[in-house]
């Protein structure tokens, strides 16, 4: 391939982002990656330590057993099955069946959330087990409650010992969000192939999306580093 | 004060625990010793319910922690399905038999049914609805139990991710008890007293096994509890530091603070225990008052075990 057909390829991705307005699809892709990412973070986080919770709490009682093994096929299906067909699912198949609609990204949003969650759980369970059983006894001890001392100084701990590994988990779910326009989002990925399709010039549309993942991904390692360091405050290092 | 009566627990196929009984008075200083393994600690532990026991009943106050024990209550064993047909059999043996009469349970058959521990299946309705009675008449919460019963363990156990002032308030504030301000109040009042108020916005990490120690026993002393269980408080530290704690213990017990101590201080028991209790495989061997029990042990267990360590 010659420069020249390069510097012509690159001129023609300029004309379409700028002239044509793909800009303005890039700004409202990356915003779409964003939201739903950070969202089903969050989603799937408080999913995650309430299953993790259930999952490591001494199993007394029915109620809890029903619990347990609701948290367990929950798990079972999120992780079993591809997250593309958990979306197609969800906005074709679950959505018209109880007759409500929502807009795709809201969709995109709690699928990813629910499937962030079953991750999550796992992660969040090993981070519960990480903490010194002393420290629930000592909690107990005085008087709390299992779900108190939970919420107060167990989980707290448990997610600093975590954090690296959530860090990986939004980093990750930034990039699965690529998948979401199965069901007709517009996100990062969706943009660029719409400049791309207007001229069908694919070649520097593609490499400019990846240029933008890759500085979105460190901007987020960045900011988790920097997290972490607050977090550090009660440690030795 | 504090009752235990009878326990026993298992782990798994183990039994750590072979039926021990306990009467603590309020005032007494109880110290408990004897080899690893002996189950002491366990014992302890099953007295604030961080292990349930097996079987047996923990009173406070009158007031039962533990599920009822049909064991402990023969008027509840003789409604049940197990005693009644053994009562059938042989009043069927007997001439003139008396079954169905409705008199004292028989102990005979009491005694053989908690030998055989019979009663682990169904027993009708009636023996469920007296053990259920007792229950109801007399169960108290765990958890009000245990914001009475204050526990030092012997790793600590400070709460990592809180400072040293927000490990002293978190429980009394979290339950109510006491207001943020009385708390920290209460809290800096006890932090003085063992010269470590400076630390109180230090994370536990930065503290000596010492420090840590004393902050343990000032945080369940911020509970205003009536009775202290002390789970082997100074085998964790550094022997410089063994002095600093155990004179604290020291002024509790002299100021009057009823507590259950399980030690390897013989020195410590035998000065501040108003009574010493010997356990060797699960069992309470020994009982005794410091001066004899140190100065003559009976039994032959605890004279070897006191010559090996004295």
Redesign the interface.
């Given at each position: 391939m010659t420069v020249q057909s390069i510097i012509n390829k690159w001129n023609l991705f300029i004309d379409a982002f700028m002239n044509k307005g793909g800009y303005k699809e890039v700004v409202s892709g990356l915003v779409n990656t964003l939201i739903i990412a950070l969202v089903a973070l969050v989603l799937g986080i408080i999913i995650g330590t309430i299953i993790a919770a259930i999952e490591v709490s001494p199993k007394k009682g029915r109620f809890m057993r029903v619990l347990d093994r609701i948290c367990t096929v929950y798990v079972a299906f999120f992780r079993g099955t591809p997250i593309v067909v958990q979306l197609l699912l969800g906005y074709f198949v679950i959505l018209p069946l109880i007759g409500f609609s929502l807009s795709s990204v809201v969709v995109a949003i709690i699928i990813m959330g629910l499937n962030s969650g079953a991750y999550v759980s796992e992660i969040m369970r090993s981070g519960i087990l990480s903490v010194d059983i002393g420290q629930m006894e000592a909690g107990r001890a005085m008087g709390l409650n299992y779900g108190t001392t939970m919420r107060k100084i167990i989980i707290p701990q448990a997610v600093k010992n975590i954090l690296p590994t959530l860090g990986n988990e939004l980093i990750s779910l930034v990039k699965e969000t690529s998948v979401v326009s199965f069901i007709g989002v517009v996100d990062l990925y969706k943009a660029f192939r719409t400049i791309g399709s207007s001229n069908y010039e694919y070649m520097m549309p593609f490499l400019v999306m990846a240029v933008i993942y890759i500085v979105l991904i460190m901007i987020i390692t960045f900011a988790l580093k920097m997290m972490e360091r607050g977090l550090r405050a009660s440690d030795k290092r | 004060m504090i009752s235990v009566r009878n326990i026993y627990k298992n782990f798994g196929g183990l039994e750590v625990l072979k039926g021990v009984s306990l009467e603590i008075e309020k005032g007494e200083k109880v110290a408990i010793i004897g080899p690893s393994g002996s189950g002491k600690s366990t014992f302890l532990r099953c007295m604030?319910l961080?292990e349930e026991p097996t079987y047996g009943e923990i009173w406070l106050d009158g007031r039962l922690l533990t599920p009822a024990d049909p064991y402990l209550h023969p008027e509840v064993i003789a409604a049940s399905k197990t005693y009644q047909d053994m009562m059938m059999k042989k009043g069927e043996a007997l001439p003139d038999g008396n079954a169905g009469k409705e008199s004292e349970p028989d102990s005979e058959i009491i005694r053989k049914i908690k030998k055989d521990d019979l009663l682990k299946k169904h027993e009708g309705k009636v023996y469920k609805e007296r053990l259920k009675d007792i229950e109801q008449e007399n169960r108290m919460d765990v958890?009000?139990?245990?914001?009475r019963v204050?526990?030092v363990?012997q790793?600590f156990?400070?709460?990592?991710?809180?400072?040293v002032m927000q490990n002293l308030t978190?429980?009394p504030v979290?339950?109510k008890l006491q207001t943020e301000e009385e708390a920290t109040e209460k809290a800096s009042e006890l932090l003085k007293r063992i010269g470590l108020y400076e630390k109180k916005d230090e994370?536990?990490?930065?503290l000596s096994g010492g420090q840590k120690q004393r902050i343990?026993i000032v945080?369940?002393l911020v509970?205003n509890p009536e009775a202290l269980l002390f789970d082997e408080p100074t085998s964790a530290l550094d022997p410089e530091m063994v002095g600093e704690v155990l004179e604290l213990i020291r002024e509790l017990a002299e100021e009057g603070m009823t507590m259950v101590i399980v030690t390897h201080e013989m020195g410590f028991a035998r000065e501040v225990a108003t009574r010493v209790l010997f356990m060797d495989d699960g069992l309470i061997k020994e009982e005794n008052a410091p001066e004899e029990f140190f100065g003559k042990p009976q039994h032959p267990r605890l004279q070897e075990f006191l010559s090996k360590v004295l």
């Open positions: - | 604030n961080l958890n009000l139990a245990r914001q204050g526990m363990f790793h156990n400070l709460f990592n991710n809180l400072t978190l429980a979290t339950l994370y536990p990490s930065k343990a945080r369940s509970m």
